[in-house]
């Protein structure tokens, strides 16, 4: 859960009645709660209760050769190209697919135990 309660900035910015921990800390109760969702961002401030989506972008493999940062630096606007962008099923996804990109699936890692 994500929520605005009053940092030195944020107190510089907003009302005093908008920083009130009541107006965030009702976020807890579906996080908490028997049917408690998973996978999911909670943001909460000032009374404001929205979920967060997180996405991965198609990116790009690049691999670990002395110039990968620059590398990186020159697509960044294909890293980061949210065209086909996709929500990935389960945490793990993105690790598989990292390996994946890389020429080694799931099982060379699970078999290196």
Do not use: K
């Given at each position: 859960m994500?929520g ?5 900035l ?5 009302p005093?009645?908008?920083l ?25 401030g ?11 972008t198609?990116g790009?493999?690049i ?19 949210r ?6 099923a ?8 990292e ?10 890692v699970?078999?290196?135990?």
């Amino acid at each position: 859960m994500l929520g605005h309660l009053g940092t030195r900035l944020i107190a510089q910015i907003t009302p005093d009645e908008l920083l009130d921990p009541a107006l965030v800390s009702p976020a807890l109760l579906p996080m908490v709660a028997d049917e408690a969702p998973s996978r999911t961002v909670l943001c909460a401030g000032a009374g404001h209760f929205a979920a967060a989506n997180v996405t991965l972008t198609q990116g790009v493999q690049i691999g670990a050769e002395a110039d990968t940062g620059a590398q990186l630096l020159e697509c960044w606007d294909q890293v980061t190209d949210r065209t086909n962008e996709f929500v990935p099923a389960y945490g793990f996804f993105q690790a598989e697919r990292e390996l994946a990109s890389a020429g080694a699936g799931i099982e060379a890692v699970v078999a290196r135990g």
